[in-house]
């Protein structure tokens, strides 16, 4: 589809690159309606197509209810497919720094697209935070949704490109769209919204059943947004494969864990029955550990 999709035209001399409009130097990023909304902000399509709001930084998370309706934000949308320098001009951006950018693009070629809008904005000078909107059709499903998002607006996010990203899909579930760019933007390292994992797939040396304890562990420790948790089925290739892990399970012998407080190993030998209680003690005692119930009530806080 993308091979045969028509070349852009550039809408100015100036060519794309990485870093050409970082969004650490938008001027209100983070200031939008006064909410503390982090660069990595998050914008979705509502299942009835209306654009919403509901993700609005930090570890905050609220439901389409609770939503701020795009249109109370200070936004300007840009068709990036007809943009050029009259329209800029039309529109006045030089003078509206303090305007949320919506580059909505669609198609085979978003990111050419989106690439030569963010080269003609930095040649005028506009540093207005931007939000990269991809429009779906209606004939696209999730599968195929999740994987040109994902590659679509993570090149450009891992470029340096957009304080916030937004998905139209209005035939799609608005949680799996959540899920989506949540899952985005952490990949590409903004936001952290869900504790991640790193395991091996197991092999002939995995030591202890894997398979069951990565369940154990998830269920124990899936409302710590902020951490890594490597688990390894040996200690072969365990402490490299998990080098950036904050905390690790590692197989040492047979039905034996080994624990982790990033490469520094804090517990040895510990029996396979007793080690994921013993996880949960290591991260207790280094003070990252947060009750399930003192963290919804938090959240139910900072929403209100």
């Known amino acids: 589809e993308r091979a045969a999709a028509p070349q852009l035209s550039p809408l100015c001399p100036l060519p794309y690159r990485a870093q050409m409009l970082p969004r650490n130097a938008s001027s209100i990023a983070g200031q939008l309606y006064g909410a503390n909304l982090l660069p990595s902000v998050l914008i979705v399509g509502k299942d009835d197509g209306t654009p919403q709001l509901p993700l609005a930084g930090?570890?905050?998370?609220g439901t389409s209810v609770e939503a701020?309706?795009?249109s109370?934000?200070?936004?300007?949308?840009?068709e990036t497919d007809s943009f050029s320098r009259e329209k800029a001009e039309a529109l006045n951006l030089t003078h509206q720094p303090n305007r949320l950018l919506i580059l909505r693009a669609s198609g085979a070629n978003r990111v050419g697209l989106w690439r030569r809008t963010i080269a003609l904005l930095s040649e005028m000078g506009i540093t207005a935070p931007i939000a990269l909107e991809a429009q779906f059709a209606p004939t696209e499903f999730l599968e195929k949704v999740q994987i040109a998002a994902a590659?679509?607006?993570g090149t450009l996010l891992l470029e340096g490109a957009g304080s916030a990203i937004m998905l139209t899909a209005p035939h799609l579930p608005l949680?799996?769209?959540?899920?989506?760019?949540?899952?985005?933007l952490q990949a590409t390292r903004l936001r952290f919204s869900h504790t991640e994992y790193i395991s091996c797939p197991g092999c002939g040396r995995t030591l202890y059943n894997l398979e069951g304890t990565i369940a154990r562990i998830k269920k124990a420790t899936s409302h710590l947004p902020n951490?890594?948790?490597g688990i390894m089925g040996c200690i072969v290739n365990g402490p490299g494969e998990m080098a950036d892990a904050d905390y690790g399970y590692v197989g040492g012998a047979p039905h034996k864990i080994d624990l982790y407080k990033g490469q520094k190993c804090m517990r040895r030998g510990i029996a396979e029955e007793d080690?994921?209680?013993a996880l949960i003690a290591l991260i207790r005692?280094?003070?990252d550990w947060v009750e399930p119930q003192q963290r919804e009530d938090r959240q139910m806080a900072e929403n209100k």
């Open 227 to 229: 951490l890594k948790i």
């Open 68 to 70: 701020l309706a795009l």
């Open 72 to 78: 109370s934000l200070p936004a300007i949308l840009i």
């Open 151 to 153: 590659t679509d607006l």
């Open 58 to 61: 930090g570890d905050r998370v």
């Open 285 to 287: 005692e280094n003070g």
């Open 175 to 184: 949680s799996s769209l959540q899920a989506l760019a949540l899952g985005i």
């Open 275 to 277: 080690a994921v209680d």
